[in-house]
């Protein structure tokens, strides 16, 4: 036995040593030199939150009651991060590009952003983790009566004090929420990562991984099976021990259901996705993390069949097996092996604690009490004031509330069963999280309807056939298991439908999957999405084949630049909000506060969303908007419109298959609708972005002249040239559109005639010398002239030749700019070269910049629709544009000229 006020002195102890190093940690981060707790290796250690005291206890207890069964707790897991490049890279792909802060807001984004989808997985959350917190608390409070129990005295498998003063799990749950108040509720963004937290969980990762591998490796070589050998050869001498470790007949059903759960749990646990997806700094530490968390789970599995062949053979019958780790050393008088697994334990207890009331309180304030806040008036939001404080004081009283909510559950269920049967009703609960978020990122047809009535289907059979149960073993409740529920044998949570004679876990997952699953396809199918579900949709699911852009307003509405001041500041705070604006201002090239259009709206709702959700960004900034939402809907039908285009060229390439001549310019037609598609998303957020643009100033000077009476004469005239400049751009961008449509379709003005390129040449260059003098550029013209002459439309020709040289001449970045030209003369062609020593183009760009709606320079003005137009134009002259180049070496293109006679 040891002496309690040495085990309280170590914990204590412990818990002070990881709140140094949180403390420490933190003011690493302040100070930017926190590149460790980025590390690889650090994001794999935290992601070992998985192994709670279920893994460390439960999973020698449950290799002594069900053999081998265990392992598919480590399987489940490892097969996940082994395929971590199609479901966990898109995962975090998808929740850094959002600014995702939890599996409640990864779930409502997807589906719409919609607010009750959100409150639900939060409410089905915290009612699923609640069973875990109160097995952690159970788990350090059993063992610790274990240690200290007086020899001779019986050890009760749930030991809990009558007084909660005297109850080791009320101390350790207020302990965790001093800790996670103080290190876990820091900050509101989810760009401010918890790096005292990840810290402590990384170190105590290693502790319960050294204290597990020190007690096994001491069992392993140090005791000895009563036939002599070391402890594994006393499976081989007893029948008992060889059937229950050996892989025949282990196989089915149960063996299923566990492998669905652990390879779910690793995803769909609230505090796993938090550490996994949410926490982490770089994609590319799941690269090393597919291995290396695999890795651990193989350590702390190593000696689990050693520990329960020698609790079985060397313990009194009737032991609790989830204690082995601990009774082993001390019935062999190895005490402070006992003290070094129980701070084991207790590592693993805490960290679990820690990150699931650490997620659940983000998803508590942001998807639970904001939305009540912003339905109700005379807030302090309403009246203007920061509310970043009011965020973390709900999210500090979040992580209280589900600690004693924990610690509740805990008290009332002292005759529930082992630790591994209350884990695997947690796993359980989150497994129905997968489906929605499965079918979310592969499956653009699922509904915000859909997942909704699904999750709720799905929860209520879970609730029905495995938490009923528990309260029933528990006295709460009587009845149902025997009778069913309003006394109907059909509706029994054990034997559902009539199932009889199945394992709990496997009747449980399979009635609530097929609620779940069945449900969510149906109504999918059968509802038809809104707008902004198929625009999230295509953006989740196509993740990788059409990245989110920051640039592609989400929300298109008119708004003043100073309430978008305010709504940030009042969320991000001050600091945020002013880096946020002031990188928009640098952008656009004005001093003071940015235009507010689309694309800085947009980055106002992702930002905030990053701090209070997607669903509750959304709602706050449409508070503020004015004037009508653009176009998300008749986005989505040009979209549907390409799709129908597309699907009816496949049917007349089908038709036409006897014609080989015909089937060649179908498919020639089909690839281009697909490249036409592959670019539909340039084509909205470039298009519409340019358009609203000058409309907005339009509109906006418009207002002022109307609203403003006594306006100064000078001022009058200065917002009217605006006006009329504005509407000249407008007009300048649609004729573009038109003339590239035209073009295509071999339509538009084309006024052939003999013409001598070289003369034409000479003129553009002409035109160009105010822009030349204005970049002070360095134009060497090598060019002479020449009596080369071809057919063509002449202005058409110097159109060509202005917009190459107007690119090179806007484009350079150098010192010392320089542009040349030369030609080339031969018998059938004229070649014009123009030369610059500008960025250049990189080459998987240089296809690119030929395609409508393509702009490689991010300060490029227009659409990008001038080296698309040029190309059309040399394309029906039956000519040819090249370019070559390297990037950061400048670029050389090529216009080559055929020798066309009139007809």
């Given at each position: 036995?040891?002496?309690?006020?040495l085990?309280?002195i170590?914990?204590?102890?412990?818990l002070a040593l990881?709140?140094?190093?949180?403390f420490?940690?933190n003011?690493?981060?302040?100070?930017?030199?926190?590149?460790?707790?980025?590390?690889?290796?650090?994001?794999?250690?935290?992601?070992?939150?998985?192994c709670?005291?279920?893994?460390?206890?439960?999973?020698?207890g449950s290799?002594?009651?069900?053999?081998?069964?265990?392992?598919?707790?480590?399987?489940?897991?490892?097969?996940?991060f082994f395929?971590?490049?199609?479901?966990?890279?898109?995962?975090?792909?998808i929740?850094?590009?959002?600014?995702i802060t939890?599996?409640?807001d990864?779930?409502s984004s997807?589906?719409?952003?919609?607010?009750?989808?959100?409150?639900?997985?939060t409410?089905?959350a915290?009612i699923?983790?609640?069973?875990?917190?109160?097995l952690?608390l159970?788990?350090?409070?059993?063992?610790?009566?274990?240690?200290?129990?007086?020899?001779?005295?019986?050890?009760?498998a749930?030991s809990?004090?009558?007084?909660?003063?005297?109850?080791t799990g009320?101390?350790?749950?207020?302990s965790?929420?001093i800790f996670?108040?103080?290190?876990?509720?820091?900050?509101?963004?989810?760009e401010e990562?918890h790096?005292?937290v990840v810290?402590?969980?990384?170190?105590?990762?290693?502790?319960?991984l050294?204290?597990f591998?020190?007690v096994?490796?001491?069992?392993?070589?140090?005791?000895?099976?009563?036939?002599g050998?070391n402890?594994?050869?006393?499976?081989?001498?007893?029948?008992?021990l060889?059937q229950?470790?050996?892989?025949?007949?282990?196989?089915?059903?149960?063996?299923?259901?566990?492998?669905?759960?652990s390879?779910s749990?690793i995803?769909c646990?609230?505090r796993q996705?938090?550490?996994?997806?949410?926490?982490?700094?770089?994609e590319?530490?799941?690269?090393?993390?597919?291995w290396?968390?695999?890795?651990?789970?193989?350590?702390?599995?190593l000696?689990?069949?050693?520990?329960?062949?020698?609790?079985?053979?060397?313990?009194?019958?009737g032991?609790?097996?989830?204690?082995?780790l601990?009774?082993v050393?001390?019935?062999?008088?190895y005490e402070?092996?006992?003290l070094?697994?129980?701070?084991?334990?207790?590592s693993?207890?805490?960290s679990?604690?820690?990150?699931?009331?650490?997620?659940?309180?983000?998803?508590?304030?942001?998807?639970?009490?904001?939305?009540?806040?912003?339905?109700?008036?005379?807030?302090?939001?309403?009246r203007g004031?920061?509310?970043?404080g009011?965020l973390?004081?709900?999210?500090?009283?979040?992580i209280v509330a589900?600690?004693?909510?924990?610690?509740?559950?805990?008290?009332?269920?002292?005759?529930?069963?082992?630790?591994a049967?209350?884990?695997?009703?947690?796993?359980?609960?989150?497994?129905?999280?997968?489906?929605?978020?499965?079918?979310?990122?592969f499956?653009?047809?699922?509904?915000?309807?859909g997942?909704?009535?699904?999750?709720?289907?799905?929860?209520?059979?879970?609730?029905?056939?495995?938490?009923v149960?528990?309260?029933?073993?528990?006295?709460?409740?009587s009845?149902?298991?025997e009778?069913?529920?309003?006394?109907?044998?059909f509706?029994?949570?054990?034997?559902?439908?009539?199932?009889?004679?199945?394992?709990?876990l496997?009747?449980?997952l399979?009635?609530s999957?097929?609620?779940?699953?069945?449900?969510?396809?149906?109504?999918?199918l059968?509802t038809?999405?809104?707008?902004?579900?198929?625009?999230?949709?295509?953006l989740?699911v196509?993740a990788?084949?059409?990245?989110f852009s920051?640039?592609?307003?989400?929300?298109?509405?008119s708004?003043?630049?100073?309430?978008?001041?305010?709504l940030s500041q009042?969320?991000?705070?001050?600091?945020p909000?002013?880096?946020?604006?002031?990188?928009?201002?640098t952008?656009?090239?004005?001093?003071g506060?940015?235009?507010?259009?689309?694309?800085?709206v947009?980055?106002?709702?992702?930002?905030?969303?990053?701090?209070?959700?997607a669903?509750?960004?959304?709602?706050?900034?449409?508070?503020?908007i004015?004037?009508?939402?653009?176009?998300?809907d008749?986005?989505?039908?040009?979209?549907d419109?390409?799709?129908?285009?597309?699907?009816?060229s496949?049917?007349?390439?089908?038709?036409?298959q006897?014609?080989?001549e015909?089937?060649?310019?179908?498919?020639?037609?089909?690839?281009?609708?697909?490249r036409?598609?592959?670019?539909?998303?340039?084509?909205?957020?470039h298009?519409?972005?340019?358009l609203?643009?000058p409309?907005?100033?339009?509109?906006?000077f418009s207002?002022?002249?109307?609203d403003?009476?006594?306006?100064d004469?000078?001022?009058?005239?200065?917002?009217?040239?605006?006006?009329?400049?504005?509407s000249?751009?407008?007009?300048?961008?649609?004729?573009?559109?038109?003339?590239?449509?035209?073009?295509?379709?071999?339509?538009?003005?084309w006024?052939?005639k003999?013409?001598?390129?070289?003369?034409?040449l000479?003129?553009?260059?002409?035109?160009?010398?105010?822009?030349?003098?204005?970049?002070n550029v360095t134009l060497t013209d090598?060019?002479t002239?020449?009596?080369?002459?071809?057919h063509?439309?002449?202005?058409?020709?110097?159109?060509?030749?202005?917009?190459?040289?107007?690119?090179?001449?806007?484009?350079?970045?150098?010192?010392q700019?320089?542009?040349s030209?030369?030609?080339?003369?031969?018998?059938?062609?004229?070649?014009?070269?123009?030369?610059?020593?500008?960025?250049?183009?990189?080459p998987?760009?240089?296809?690119?910049?030929?395609?409508?709606?393509?702009?490689?320079?991010?300060?490029?003005q227009?659409i990008g629709?001038?080296?698309?137009?040029?190309?059309?134009?040399?394309?029906?002259?039956?000519?040819s544009?090249?370019v070559?180049?390297?990037?950061?070496?400048?670029?050389?293109f090529?216009v080559t000229?055929p020798?066309?006679?009139?007809?």
């Amino acid at each position: 036995m040891l002496n309690s006020g040495l085990v309280l002195i170590t914990s204590a102890s412990y818990l002070a040593l990881l709140f140094l190093l949180a403390f420490f940690v933190n003011r690493l981060a302040v100070n930017n030199k926190s590149r460790m707790i980025n590390s690889p290796l650090i994001y794999t250690l935290s992601l070992t939150v998985y192994c709670t005291s279920w893994t460390f206890y439960g999973a020698v207890g449950s290799a002594a009651r069900n053999g081998l069964e265990f392992l598919t707790i480590y399987i489940g897991p490892s097969l996940v991060f082994f395929g971590w490049w199609f479901v966990l890279r898109k995962l975090v792909r998808i929740s850094k590009s959002h600014h995702i802060t939890s599996i409640a807001d990864f779930i409502s984004s997807r589906y719409g952003k919609s607010a009750r989808l959100a409150a639900l997985v939060t409410i089905m959350a915290v009612i699923g983790t609640t069973p875990y917190i109160a097995l952690q608390l159970k788990a350090v409070a059993t063992s610790f009566n274990v240690i200290t129990q007086v020899p001779g005295l019986p050890i009760a498998a749930s030991s809990i004090a009558h007084s909660f003063y005297s109850d080791t799990g009320f101390w350790v749950a207020a302990s965790m929420g001093i800790f996670l108040v103080l290190f876990g509720a820091r900050t509101v963004g989810v760009e401010e990562h918890h790096h005292g937290v990840v810290a402590a969980i990384a170190i105590e990762s290693l502790v319960k991984l050294f204290a597990f591998l020190a007690v096994g490796l001491f069992v392993m070589f140090s005791v000895r099976a009563p036939g002599g050998g070391n402890i594994l050869s006393a499976i081989a001498l007893d029948p008992a021990l060889s059937q229950r470790f050996s892989f025949p007949d282990q196989f089915g059903p149960r063996w299923l259901t566990m492998l669905i759960l652990s390879a779910s749990a690793i995803i769909c646990l609230p505090r796993q996705f938090q550490i996994t997806v949410v926490e982490i700094a770089n994609e590319r530490n799941l690269q090393k993390a597919s291995w290396l968390f695999p890795l651990y789970l193989l350590l702390i599995s190593l000696f689990v069949i050693p520990l329960a062949v020698a609790g079985l053979t060397i313990l009194p019958a009737g032991s609790n097996p989830d204690q082995f780790l601990l009774t082993v050393p001390m019935a062999l008088g190895y005490e402070e092996l006992s003290l070094l697994a129980f701070i084991g334990g207790f590592s693993s207890a805490t960290s679990m604690m820690m990150v699931a009331s650490m997620a659940l309180s983000i998803m508590i304030s942001n998807h639970l009490v904001m939305p009540l806040l912003l339905r109700l008036r005379h807030t302090e939001l309403e009246r203007g004031a920061d509310f970043t404080g009011i965020l973390l004081t709900i999210r500090r009283i979040s992580i209280v509330a589900i600690l004693i909510l924990g610690y509740v559950y805990y008290r009332f269920s002292t005759g529930s069963d082992a630790l591994a049967s209350i884990g695997l009703i947690a796993f359980a609960a989150s497994a129905q999280f997968l489906p929605v978020i499965i079918g979310g990122i592969f499956w653009k047809h699922g509904t915000e309807l859909g997942a909704f009535a699904g999750l709720c289907a799905g929860f209520i059979v879970w609730a029905f056939t495995l938490l009923v149960p528990v309260f029933e073993h528990a006295g709460l409740i009587s009845g149902i298991l025997e009778n069913g529920l309003a006394g109907i044998a059909f509706l029994r949570p054990e034997a559902l439908f009539g199932a009889t004679g199945w394992d709990p876990l496997v009747h449980s997952l399979f009635w609530s999957y097929c609620a779940n699953i069945g449900i969510y396809v149906f109504i999918s199918l059968t509802t038809k999405p809104g707008a902004l579900e198929r625009l999230q949709g295509s953006l989740f699911v196509d993740a990788f084949k059409t990245p989110f852009s920051p640039d592609v307003p989400l929300s298109g509405r008119s708004v003043r630049s100073g309430e978008l001041v305010a709504l940030s500041q009042r969320i991000l705070g001050t600091a945020p909000t002013q880096k946020l604006f002031k990188e928009f201002s640098t952008r656009q090239g004005v001093s003071g506060l940015p235009e507010p259009d689309a694309s800085l709206v947009a980055a106002v709702e992702r930002q905030m969303a990053g701090t209070i959700g997607a669903a509750s960004a959304r709602i706050m900034v449409s508070r503020v908007i004015e004037g009508e939402e653009i176009g998300i809907d008749e986005m989505i039908e040009i979209l549907d419109e390409t799709q129908q285009v597309i699907a009816y060229s496949h049917q007349l390439e089908q038709k036409s298959q006897q014609l080989e001549e015909t089937t060649a310019r179908l498919r020639a037609a089909n690839d281009q609708l697909k490249r036409i598609d592959r670019h539909k998303d340039d084509f909205l957020s470039h298009v519409s972005h340019e358009l609203r643009t000058p409309m907005t100033s339009i509109r906006s000077f418009s207002e002022i002249l109307l609203d403003t009476d006594g306006l100064d004469g000078e001022k009058h005239e200065q917002f009217l040239k605006i006006i009329v400049s504005e509407s000249q751009r407008l007009t300048r961008l649609l004729d573009e559109i038109l003339d590239i449509n035209l073009l295509e379709n071999d339509y538009g003005p084309w006024e052939a005639k003999s013409i001598k390129p070289s003369i034409i040449l000479r003129e553009a260059i002409a035109s160009l010398d105010g822009l030349v003098q204005q970049k002070n550029v360095t134009l060497t013209d090598r060019s002479t002239a020449s009596d080369w002459s071809t057919h063509a439309d002449p202005d058409r020709l110097k159109q060509v030749y202005i917009n190459i040289l107007s690119n090179a001449i806007k484009f350079s970045d150098q010192k010392q700019p320089r542009v040349s030209i030369d030609i080339k003369v031969a018998k059938d062609s004229f070649s014009t070269i123009i030369s610059d020593n500008g960025p250049g183009i990189a080459p998987d760009d240089q296809a690119a910049i030929f395609v409508k709606y393509q702009r490689k320079q991010p300060s490029a003005q227009g659409i990008g629709l001038g080296l698309a137009i040029s190309k059309q134009i040399i394309t029906r002259m039956k000519g040819s544009i090249d370019v070559r180049s390297k990037q950061g070496q400048g670029a050389v293109f090529t216009v080559t000229i055929p020798n066309i006679q009139a007809t």
